[in-house]
């Protein structure tokens, strides 16, 4: 069965720090993989996907993530993070078919220090 | 920002008693999805459709039943409302091929509270 793991609960990095959230997948079959934040007290939204091509794939705010098909990963890097970056990020796995189906991760609680 | 509303945003109820909670969208989109959030466990599909009177089961529909009798309204209801279902639940939509590339759109939430 399709799942995922995001194995950090909760991360804390100073501002101006580099950050990797940690995302693995298992999954039959090419994966389709999203990345999602959510601030708080509000849906989500979407940083960035990859369905093919390119494995370093750039996303909304500065992020960026790599897609490794022999590790069975997708991590979410910045190379600076703002204290506007604090929130929670959610890995995710797209079901293959006609009901773009996704199993998310339990989610990457990001703080940012001062 | 996809045209996603969520009513209500807040509600609290008591055991045995029955919610709905609805979703409306403006992009006229095929497909829309209802999840549950709770700490540890991220989202949770609980039903989606994918056309006007068109629904399925996700992982955790036990004690919820949905409807779609528009393109732009997908509702879901807890017959009867246990503690256990206490939770933020969010409305997705996606839309134009349908496939698993598609980028799913959230709404706000609602939170609601079973006493």
């Known amino acids: 069965a399709q799942s995922v793991t995001q ?20 999954y039959g079959a090419t994966p389709y993989l999203f990345w999602y934040v959510q601030s708080p007290g509000q849906g989500l939204q979407l940083l960035l996907k990859y369905f093919s091509g390119d494995t370093l794939v750039q996303g ?5 993530a790599e897609f ?10 910045k190379p600076s993070v703002h204290w506007s970056d604090a929130a929670e990020y959610f890995c995710a796995v797209g079901v293959a078919g006609a009901t773009n189906k996704l199993i998310f991760g339990t989610g990457t609680l990001l703080a940012v220090q001062p | 920002d996809a045209g996603i509303t969520q009513s209500p945003r807040h509600k609290v109820t008591e ?3 029955p919610v709905t909670l609805r979703c409306h969208q403006t992009e006229n989109h095929r497909y829309m999805y209802w999840y549950r959030q709770d700490p540890g466990h991220g989202l949770r599909l ?8 068109d629904t399925d089961k996700g992982e955790v529909s036990d004690g919820y039943s949905v409807s779609r009798s528009k393109t732009e309204d ?5 017959e009867s409302a246990t503690s256990s279902q206490t939770s933020v639940y969010f409305c997705a939509i996606s839309g134009t091929s349908g496939g698993s590339t598609d980028t799913q759109y959230f709404g706000p939430g609602t939170r609601l509270t079973v006493l």
């Open chain 1, 60 to 64: 909304i705010k500065g992020f960026e």
């Open chain 2, 46 to 53: 609980i039903h989606y459709s994918y056309g006007v009177k």
């Open chain 1, 7 to 26: 194995p950090d609960i909760h991360i804390t990095v100073s501002e101006g720090a580099s950050l990797e959230l940690r995302c693995n997948y298992s």
């Open chain 2, 15 to 17: 055991t045995g008693t």
């Open chain 1, 68 to 77: 490794k098909r022999s590790q069975s990963s997708f991590n979410l890097r």
């Open chain 2, 74 to 78: 997908f509702l879901l209801t807890l």
